[in-house]
């Protein structure tokens, strides 16, 4: 009975964060040359086009067996609150179920950036202009009606915005886009769920990053912050005054993973770009790394 109480409590708690992604610039069309979903009677097979900040093109096909993202699905609706951080699901049992699934997606990852002479920082913004490419789907744990009425009683009116866009119409958009509902616990999807269906929002898409860099022997981490999650890296971003976190030593820079944008004179958001005004560092803490 507590442990049912305290994952109930998790879910409600959390559900407003997981829903209340804030993005202050809106991606610029630059879409990618090839998006592809296809399914096989027990695989889904993806084609994935993107772009990096060289405007430079990558491309990659995989595939994951139905079976394995059904179990996947399985076991991310355990997910309970994490041990080591404040109103923050246990992302990290995502990560280890996902990521022997990984290992070829990851392979393929590290194989274009040797082709491509990457240094380790280039590596890494490959794989994370592989995810920023992908457009955003709004994940939460609710109906959309119930998410509705909950946010009536807080002063954000991020969901009744986001639901009353007509360009996240229909809500079920295939093959991406529009608005998951139902997402339980924590509105979020786990890595392989997300990149066999490219559907995902903030704290999705950091785990996935967060993931592959890992199978690649990357380290990296994730912040979660007033309702958003983002990436954080020690590499250097281009502004220096860019705001950081000093976490077990080293400074830690926000890297936003939700839209690519290419405006015609800057191409990001690039390590460092936070996009949000206001913006205090110390309101982020690290819930992985």
Known sequence: ?????????????????????????????????????????????VTWSWYNY???????????SKQDIVSCAENRKTLQASRIAPNAPDYGMLVNHDLPLLAPLAEQLKQIAFANRMDVKQTTELVVTMIQNIPYTLVHGMSHEELEKQETSTPSTFIRDYHMDESHRPFNKVPYGGCEENVDPGGVYSPVEFLASLKGDC????????????????PS???????????????????????????KGAKYYFWETTLFYNNGQQVGPQIGETLMQGFNPNEWHPVLY
């Open 1 to 45: 009975m507590v442990k049912y109480l305290i994952i109930t409590l998790f879910a409600v708690s959390f559900v407003l964060f997981s829903c209340s992604k804030r993005r202050k610039v809106k991606a610029i069309d630059n879409p990618p040359q090839e998006i592809g979903l296809s399914q096989a009677e027990d695989v889904v097979y």
């Open 54 to 64: 060289q405007l430079n093109t990558f491309q990659l096909q995989f595939s994951f």
């Open 203 to 218: 704290d999705t898409r950091t785990v996935a990053i967060f993931s592959l860099l890992k199978a690649m022997g990357i």
């Open 221 to 247: 981490m994730i912040v979660n912050g007033p309702g958003h999650s983002m990436l954080a890296v020690t590499y250097p971003p281009i502004n220096p005054a860019s705001p950081y976190l000093e976490f």
